[in-house]
Nanobody, 119 residues
Framework: VQLQAFGGGLVQAGGSLRLSCAAS????????MGWFRQAPGKEREFVAA??????SYADSVKDRFAISRDNAKNTVYLQMNSLKPEDTAVYYC???????????????WGQGTQVTVSS
């Protein structure tokens, strides 16, 4: 299984970015897809997850971020609006067998994409 995340970049506070994560090698529609982020000196934290029938968000991004998936393209997206400097981190996509917010319980990870929000 391979996951490839892209779409990060530098954006001013209040701006938007859309991250994408393309998956290959497994039955995409059957699995939970998650987004996590890790800022320098901090632990990797849950951002959002989608298991097809539903989605879940961290409180810090709820109402600003939206996760979606296109099973025909084996791709999951993270639309990020109203970005804040504290959203700056490396963002990772992950694939797992069930919904969880615990990073270690996901089976496969993408390489990460840097998101930097300037004030």
């Amino acid at each position: 299984v391979q996951l490839q995340a892209f779409g990060g970049g530098l954006v001013q506070a209040g701006g938007s970015l859309r991250l994408s994560c393309a998956a290959s090698g497994r039955t995409f529609r059957s699995y939970t897809m998650g987004w996590f982020r890790q800022a320098p000196g901090k632990e990797r934290e849950f951002v959002a997850a989608n298991w097809g029938a539903g989605s879940s968000y961290a409180d810090s991004v709820k109402d600003r971020f939206a996760i979606s998936r296109d099973n025909a393209k084996n791709t999951v997206y993270l639309q990020m609006n109203s970005l804040k400097p504290e959203d700056t981190a490396v963002y990772y996509c992950a694939s797992g067998s069930y919904y969880t917010r615990v990073p270690s319980q996901y089976d496969y990870w993408g390489q990460g994409t840097q998101v930097t929000v300037s004030s």
